[in-house]
Structures are given as C-alpha cells and as structure tokens.
C-alpha cells in the first residue's frame, strides 16, 4: 500500500512538527517507488498486483484516482521517474531479455552493511 504523507511545517519553523493528512492510496497487490510528477498532480509507481507475475509501472493521480499501467506488462521494471514535461516517463525493465519475469537473485551470495551514510552492498563470490 502507498500512503501520502504531507509535512506540516510552521511559520519560519525549519524542522517539520507533525504529519497531517495522511492518506492511504493503494489496496492490494505490492506497492512500492513512489515518485511525484515535477507539477505534484501524479504519482509513478512500480506494482505486482493481480494478475502480473513482476513489477510494471503505473501512474496515478495525487488523489489516488486514475491508476493505470503504463508499462509494457513484460518482464520486471523498477525505478520510473517523471521527465519536466509531467508527460513522459522514464524507468528500467528487463523485458528486451524476454517477457517473463528474470529469475530471482541468489541472495545469499549477496551481504548488505549499514555505512553512517547509506548501505553498501558487497558481491561474494
């Protein structure tokens, strides 16, 4: 499920001081990357839900209404990010590769560690 939240910040106040209005967008399926249009009229999205095997992109509008798919429906897409003009889209998809979804990764070949600025992630082999 994605849920909007919007920060509420005071007068000349420089740290947010409570969140208002949140909202929940989806029902279903598995949510996630939620992005906003440079107008902040719509949201891109990746899903799985109902029948699709993988992630495909959607759009909505801020309001949740108007969900549509907006990927091709062929093998796993992530990462979509509205262009300036609020009308094109941009995102990766493995679907040149073929229209299923890939394979998962092998997991346990991968170790994950927490840096004081973000995540590294290591490739064993």
């Not at 209404?65 to 990766?92: P, W």
């Amino acid at each position: 499920m994605l849920w909007l939240l919007l920060l509420a910040v005071g007068a000349g106040a420089q740290e947010p001081k409570h969140l208002r209005n949140i909202q929940q967008l989806t029902n279903g399926g598995q949510n996630a990357e939620a992005y906003w249009s440079p107008d902040g009229k719509k949201l891109v999205f990746q899903s799985t839900r109902e029948k699709l095997e993988c992630d495909q992109i959607f759009t909505m509008n801020a309001d949740g209404s108007e969900q549509k798919m907006v990927s091709t429906g062929k093998g796993r897409t992530t990462c979509a990010y509205f262009l300036k003009d609020n009308k094109h889209i941009v995102y990766g998809s493995t679907h040149d590769a073929g229209p299923g979804c890939p394979p998962p990764p092998d997991r346990s070949r991968v170790t994950c560690g927490g840096c004081s600025r973000g995540m590294s992630c290591l490739w064993r082999t």
